[in-house]
């Protein structure tokens, strides 16, 4: 369900200024009941991005789960070694044998990592220009602080453009410093505690 408005925690003034397209966008909530999923077939990207924490495989198997569960003729689409990997369109399709192959395990083997940063108009034209060639309706950026602000810089960009991709962060980091209002603890910090 959606919420009210997100609102910055810290710094408000300043976060507005900066992503003005995405900034108080509704807080969503899971919650148990009916599902009202799209029943249209959706095409994803992912990308792992920055230092391993375990668990990464396994946020790649459940929204592979998930969005089967929604339309099988759904598709996942892995970016190959981080974010360089949107930058430069490389990719492979996820599949339930190479999901299956990595589910439950640890390290980032399935699409690899990098820290490579998405911040120069020369890399924000070139992931919208993949990502839209691919017909993409979202990418979901799995990683730390940095990453998750390559995913709200590449979400500020792509909404500024009007693209129809969105971006959503996932917060993995085992050094604990995502901790906010919003996330009690990313995935792979108390394992790696």
Known sequence: ELGEPSQPETDAEQIR?????????????LVPGESNLRSEPLR????LSGGQAPGGHNVIAGLFDAL?????????????KGPGGVIKGKYVE?????????RNTG????????????????????CKSNLE??????LVIIGGD???????????YLRAQESRTVVIGVPKTIDGDMKNGQIEASFGFDTAC
């Open 68 to 80: 089967q569960a929604a339309n099988s003729a759904s598709r996942l689409l892995g970016f190959l």
């Open 107 to 126: 390290v980032f083997d399935m699409i690899m990592s990098g820290r490579d940063k998405i911040e120069t108009p020369e890399d924000l034209a070139a």
């Open 94 to 102: 996820i599949t339930t044998d190479l999901v299956d192959s990595y």
């Open 44 to 47: 994803v990207g992912v990308v």
């Open 17 to 29: 200024e900066l992503f003005p397209h995405t900034c108080g966008q509704p807080v969503a909530r």
């Open 133 to 138: 060639s691919m017909n993409l309706d979202g």
């Open 146 to 156: 940095d990453s998750n602000t390559n995913a709200a810089v590449l979400a500020e």
